[in-house]
């Protein structure tokens, strides 16, 4: 069946595009509305035409897949002229998103009607690329120079409602699109038509203007290039005759769309899209998830509870006391009300979010929960006790999860009367804010339990991540080394701030050796110790060292470096160097390039250990891991990408 059709209202033609899943503009769908408009204009009888989209959505964007392949005719740019050009007026119509070269499409039209739950944007610097059929020249065109600034160069789509605002679009409607946009097309027929969007003034702002929009650009970009790239586009199209704009525009996507940052950009798209869907769990269906509970009320468990009340899901949190219950419930409307002081949350959703917390030191107000997620200290005993209460208290049905991150699932769930109901659900704090999701199954863990874990997943907006059972899973085994692999570098030499300075600079928010810092040297030192009383040989670390000497972090004024009092600008300590003298036996030299590499080497060679092992069942959801729990720059791809480009530019 052919990707584009043509029905009538009367006078008016429907485009009906259906190229599922997302209606990417494929070059047979380019193919077919082209040879749309030139049909539509050589029929007389037509006197305007809707633009429409069977499926879930308006077309989403240029084709992902094609973009490693060499361009094919008709291009869409042209594509876009050609129905600007059209004789009769289109209208788009505009459900689900429309997005990237789906939106250009529509700016390509006379005009824009959409679903009053339907969303438009230009989110190609997320591709790592700029809008490449017009999105920087027609944007600021509809919506102002400021408005396109702030969809072009941030990505990220705005709702209809406001999309009206801006003046992207000119009707919303409830319901019935497509009799709705075949009305308004009538409708239009009656007044003088607006000019052509390409035809339309810009206002240029002054230099001060774009001054203060690159500072802010770069700041928010964190070392990705396309948003800065994106803002010279639009700076041409405010200055420039429009052929002129269009001319930069399609030079920089095409410089763009062969790019590292490009390629690692799409590698991650798609990893985003492949793990929420393992495939051995296809045909299976996850458990209903109606009512959740968590036990263990602090930042973890609170955080965790959050998140499950910004789904939607009510939850009962158990704390083993009523002053540690009422310490949880304080920390969880701690979370809600910094929510409404950043402005994400109202006050009435700030006030129905914890109108859906039970809590309560009774375990028997789990009896309805169909999943309870353990968030309790890191303690085998306390976590075997907890689950003891818990398979006595909740439905034999019921999914019982812990969040453990560094124990053994299989010895938490040693003994429960029905282990194939258990699973691991590593979440990163703050919990209600990190989109990582490791899911850890035992052995024992049935596949319904472990879908249920990824249909969480999918309620709380998070990205999972199915990981084996080895010591850390997979994020905090590959931070292990990484930090392991840092202390090599000291102990060879180099200076802790050249090392943070290099992870800086390849695109982290802080170094190693700053994030210690700021989250406490003890948190690990606690856990090599519970090793080491248990027998197990555990080299002693150089944050070893410094735990002992008291020194564990901004919190007691110092770490790996001093701190003034009330400050958080870290200051090389000659105290550390007294405390490490005896390890540092090196005098190497490395510069900031090559220390990164270094530790991303490392860093993709554990995880290289954790796909052997059969730990992860793919390099991109490494990757993932990274990118969503550990700050590793997204634009790199991660570590496993990032690693198998630093291996082949060595050998190649
Ligand atoms: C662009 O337009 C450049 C132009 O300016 C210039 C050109 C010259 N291509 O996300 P989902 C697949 S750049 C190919 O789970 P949802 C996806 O891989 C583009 N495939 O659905 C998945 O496949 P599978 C700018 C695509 O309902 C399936 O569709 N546009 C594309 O949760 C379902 O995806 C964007 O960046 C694509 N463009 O969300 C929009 N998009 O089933 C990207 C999706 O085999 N897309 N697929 O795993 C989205 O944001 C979401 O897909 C959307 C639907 C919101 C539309």
Redesign the pocket.
Do not use: C
């Given at each position: 069946m052919s990707v584009v059709s043509i029905s009538r209202d009367g006078d008016i033609a429907i485009v009906t595009v259906d190229n599922p899943?997302?209606n990417?503009?494929s070059q047979a769908l380019r193919q077919g509305l082209w040879d749309a408009a030139a049909t539509l204009d050589a029929d007389p009888s037509v006197r305007a035409v809707v633009l429409i989209c069977a499926g879930?959505?308006f077309i989403?964007?240029?084709?992902?897949?094609e973009f490693g392949k060499p361009p094919l005719e008709p291009?869409?740019?042209d594509l876009v002229d050609r129905i600007e050009g059209a004789e009769k007026p289109w209208t788009a119509a505009i459900h689900?998103?429309a997005?990237?070269?789906?939106f250009?499409v529509a700016m390509g039209c006379r005009f824009r009607v959409a679903l009053d739950s339907a969303s438009v944007g230009?989110?190609?610097v997320?591709?790592g690329?700029?809008?490449?059929?017009s999105?920087t020249v027609r944007t600021p065109r509809l919506a102002g120079i400021e408005a396109a600034v702030d969809l072009v160069t941030s990505g990220k789509p705005v709702r209809a409602a406001k999309a009206l605002s801006l003046g992207l679009i000119d009707a919303v409607f409830a319901s019935d699109l497509q009799a709705n946009a075949v009305a308004f097309a009538r409708d239009a027929l009656t007044c003088d038509l607006p000019p052509p969007v390409s035809a339309r003034p810009v206002a240029a702002p002054d230099a001060a203007f774009w001054d203060s929009r690159s500072q802010a650009v770069a700041k928010a970009a964190k070392g990705a290039d396309a948003p800065l790239r994106a803002l010279g586009c639009l700076r041409k199209a405010a200055e420039a005759p429009f052929a002129e704009a269009m001319a930069f525009e399609r030079q920089t996507?095409l410089d763009l769309r062969g790019s590292d940052q490009a390629a690692a950009l799409r590698h991650v798209?798609?990893a985003e899209?492949?793990a929420p869907?393992p495939a051995h769990l296809r045909d299976v269906d996850p458990l209903p998830l109606r009512r959740a509970g968590v036990v263990g009320g602090g930042t973890m468990g609170a955080g965790i509870a959050a998140a499950l009340r910004d789904a939607g899901i009510p939850v009962t949190l158990i704390e083993r006391d009523g002053q540690a219950l009422a310490r949880g419930t304080a920390t969880l409307r701690g979370i809600f009300e910094n929510a409404v002081k950043r402005g994400k949350l109202s006050d009435a959703q700030a006030r129905d979010r914890m109108a859906g917390v039970t809590a309560t030191t009774d375990h028997a107000a789990l009896a309805d929960a169909d999943l309870v997620i353990e968030a309790v200290f890191e303690d085998i005993a306390v976590k075997r006790a907890v689950f003891d209460r818990l398979a006595r208290a909740c439905r034999p049905d019921a999914v019982l999860a812990t969040n453990t991150s560094y124990l053994d699932p299989r010895l938490i769930a040693n003994g429960l009367p029905h282990p194939d109901r258990f699973i691991g659900l590593h979440f990163f704090s703050p919990a209600n804010v990190m989109r990582l999701l490791e899911i850890v199954p035992v052995p024992e863990t049935s596949d319904r339990t472990l879908a249920t874990g990824f249909a969480l997943a999918r309620l709380l907006n998070k990205i999972p991540v199915q990981s084996g059972i080895c010591e850390g899973f997979i994020g905090n085994r590959i931070l292990k080394r990484y930090r392991a692999s840092a202390e090599a570098l000291v102990c060879q030499g180099i200076a802790i701030a050249d090392i943070d300075a290099a992870m800086r600079g390849y695109g982290f928010a802080m170094g190693p050796f700053e994030a210690q810092d700021l989250g406490g040297l003890d948190i690990a030192f606690l856990q090599r110790e519970g090793a080491r009383a248990a027998g197990r040989t555990v080299p002693e670390t150089l944050g070893d060292i410094l735990v002992r000497a008291g020194r564990k972090g901004q919190k007691t004024g110092g770490g790996w470096y001093d701190y003034a009092p009330g400050e958080r600008r870290p200051q090389p300590s000659a105290a550390v160097a007294d405390l490490l003298a005896d390890r540092i036996t090196g005098s190497a030299r490395m510069d900031r390039d090559s220390i990164a590499r270094h530790l991303i080497g490392e860093m993709a060679a554990e995880g290289q250990a954790i796909l052997d092992e059969g730990i992860a069942a793919r390099a991109s959801d490494i990757d993932l891991v990274e990118i969503h729990g550990y700050g590793f720059p997204r634009w790199r791809g991660g570590p496993m990408f990032a690693g198998a480009s630093l291996a082949s530019s060595r050998t190649g």
């Open positions: 899943p997302v990417a503009l879930r959505t989403a964007g240029a084709d992902v897949t291009h869409l740019p689900g998103s997005l990237g070269g789906g250009e230009l989110p190609e997320t591709l690329i700029v809008p490449g059929a999105g996507f798209f798609f899209r492949a869907r």
